[in-house]
């Protein structure tokens, strides 16, 4: 009866730990299975990314970037000394007993360069084009600005979405208006600085033909096509 008890219970032992061995091997074969499958989800998404960037095509760059994001970075480092300052220039002034329209004056005329000088040159440099890229499989340029702060902004849009105005503004070459927005931008690029002259070219409509703006009806233009 020992002896019976006994190999039962052997045989029971030997069970629990041939399962919770089966049971190990098969969480190890989960896991280097797991690990596998994410391993070939990260190469495929790395090179669908490799793919994109690879479609997305550098057709011109804004030589002027360099010297653009250093004015800014000055500008908005003056603005902050001059907040900065104001309190204490204020105090000073107080003290050597000027008078409060003379002071009001001063906080104001250096408040004019703190404040308005960096907003006028991020007007100017907001429509500076510093990388301008398109992707041939969409057929969408990708142009990137420099913001306020200095952070890189993209504007995607594509050439159905370009506006050239009749009366060029202010360092504006053409208007875009993104996918999906009522809004259009203004943007400033340089023709010298295109790799290939094409993309200019479409940008600006050269490709299509002139429209002289003679205001002719349809029969008039008809009989001018004629002849």
């Known amino acids: 009866m020992l002896l ?12 629990i730990l041939a399962t919770s061995q089966h049971v190990k091997d098969i969480n190890t074969v989960n896991i280097n299975r797991a690990f596998h499958v994410s391993r070939i989800l990260s190469v495929d998404k790395k090179n669908q990314f ?12 804004g030589t002027l ?18 907040v900065i300052a104001q309190p204490f220039l204020y105090e000073q002034a107080s003290k050597l007993g000027t008078s409060t329209p003379v002071i009001l004056g001063i906080c104001g005329f250096i408040g004019f360069f703190t404040f308005i000088t960096p907003f006028l040159i991020h007007i100017i440099a ?33 050439k159905e979405n370009v506006t050239v105005p009749e009366v060029p503004g202010m360092f504006t070459s053409f208007l875009v208006r993104p996918e999906g927005s009522t809004k259009q931008y203004p943007l400033f690029v340089d023709p010298r600085l295109f790799d290939d002259v094409s993309h200019y070219i479409k940008l600006m409509n050269y490709d299509k033909p002139i429209d002289f703006k003679l205001n002719l009806t349809e029969e008039e233009s008809e009989r001018l096509k004629k002849k």
């Not at 250093?70 to 500008?75: L, R």
């Open 65 to 82: 970037t360099p010297q653009i994001r250093a004015v800014k970075v000055f500008s908005l480092t003056t603005s902050l000394i001059g």
């Open 50 to 61: 490799i793919e994109n960037s690879q479609d997305d095509k550098r057709v011109y760059y």
């Open 126 to 158: 907001s429509k500076y084009v510093t990388e301008l890229h398109y992707n041939s499989n969409t057929n969408e340029y990708c142009a990137t600005t420099i913001s306020f702060f200095m952070t890189k902004k993209k504007i995607k849009f594509r």
């Open 4 to 15: 019976a008890r006994s190999f039962n219970c052997f045989l029971f032992k030997n069970t």
